[in-house]
């Protein structure tokens, strides 16, 4: 079936420092895939997204790229800050008479001063 | 954007009373609405699937007498947790999905609801 396999966390990282947060899928046919984040104590907000193979999803300086050769969206930031401390959720959606969405297990990130 | 907004956020009650949490789209129709709970450093588990003017779809091993579920419009869907009892405690997050973004399914979220029994 769909899924959703995500790098397990915690992530710690100091200010500054590289971000990578893998994340490959399993589906039929051709999901659209998603990055979403979660502040402590709020809900889930959408951070990027791809919607065909080789779109790139950028926002906030995050960006992943639709690797369907790999099937893989893995999310990267250049340099984190204090502020993007948060637990990051991989998901894609699939339309099977029914749009269906699938969540990773979620990555918890702490970025340190 | 599209914004969702839950209210509740914080909610507590005491064994054996029903809690009603509200989620509503402000700025679209949301066609479909979806119930998640979430246990402490935990992914979303997806509850329920609701259709304005239909019954919601219920995921295998969720309790529909205890979690009711109404989507009496385009802009509002209801989580009642009946008879709640301690292990209720959870994070409770509703999603929204509106026409315009079902193309992609991209999900527009609530702030979540905190609801712990006594």
């Known amino acids: 079936g769909d899924s959703v396999t995500q790098m397990e966390g915690p992530v710690t990282l100091s200010e500054e420092a590289f971000l990578t947060i893998n994340c490959t899928y399993t589906a039929t046919g051709y999901p659209s895939l998603f990055w979403y984040v979660q502040y402590p104590g709020e809900g889930l907000q959408l951070l990027l997204k791809a919607t065909k193979a080789d779109d790139k999803g950028s926002n906030k300086g995050f960006e992943a790229t639709y690797r369907k050769e790999t099937t893989s969206f893995h999310l990267e930031k250049g340099s984190v800050q204090v502020s993007d401390s948060a637990v990051y959720f991989c998901?894609?959606?699939?339309?099977?008479?029914?749009?269906?969405?699938?969540f990773g297990a979620g990555t918890r990130l702490f970025v340190k001063a | 954007g599209a914004v969702v907004s839950q209210h509740p956020s914080w909610v507590i009650c005491k064994s054996g009373t029903s809690v009603k949490i509200e989620c509503r789209s402000l700025d679209f129709q949301a066609t479909t609405m979806f119930w998640y709970r979430q246990f402490p450093k935990q992914s979303l588990m997806l509850m329920a699937t609701s259709n304005e003017g239909s019954k919601a779809t219920y995921e295998q091993g969720v309790e529909k007498d205890k979690f009711l579920i109404n989507h009496a419009s385009l802009t509002l869907s209801t989580l009642t947790v009946t008879s709640a009892h301690p292990e209720d405690s959870s994070f409770y997050i509703c999603s929204a999905k509106g026409m315009v973004e079902s193309s992609t399914g991209e999900l527009f979220f609530g702030e979540g609801s905190r609801l712990t029994v006594l």
């Open positions: 998901a894609l959606t699939v339309n099977t008479g029914g749009f269906k969405t699938i």
